[in-house]
Nanobody, 118 residues
């Protein structure tokens, strides 16, 4: 059974930092491109950051470039999202996504809530 479990969310003041983690199990992690999405109240889910299966390439939404960094540890079956200079508009539920590089599997975590507020 494939599981993706996010953690690290919470309440942070504007300008603060958080690091999210997503631990996976039940899949061959190095076969999966990984992504972070977020969904704010009343808005559609949007792609925040992605990293290829071997970590050679990353992409970011324009709104987070220079502030967010994603990385992965294939030995720990885990990806990370380091977030700095957080803004109130970063408030959302953040989801981890795993997509097989051949397109044969697509899995989601349950999400972790990030609230940026003073």
């Amino acid at each position: 059974q494939v599981q993706l479990v996010e953690s690290g969310g919470g309440l942070v003041q504007p300008g603060g930092s958080l690091r999210l983690s997503c631990v996976t199990s039940g899949l061959t992690f190095s076969f999966y491109d990984m992504s972070w999405y977020r969904q704010a109240p009343g808005k559609e889910r949007e792609l925040v950051a992605s990293i290829t299966r071997l970590g050679g390439s990353t992409n970011y939404a324009d709104s987070v470039k220079g502030r967010f960094t994603t990385s992965r540890d294939n030995a720990k079956n885990t990806i990370y999202l380091q977030m700095i200079s957080l803004k109130p508009e970063d408030t959302a539920v953040y989801y981890c996504n795993a997509r097989h590089w051949l397109g044969t599997g697509d899995y989601w975590g349950q999400g972790t809530l990030v609230t940026v507020s003073s």
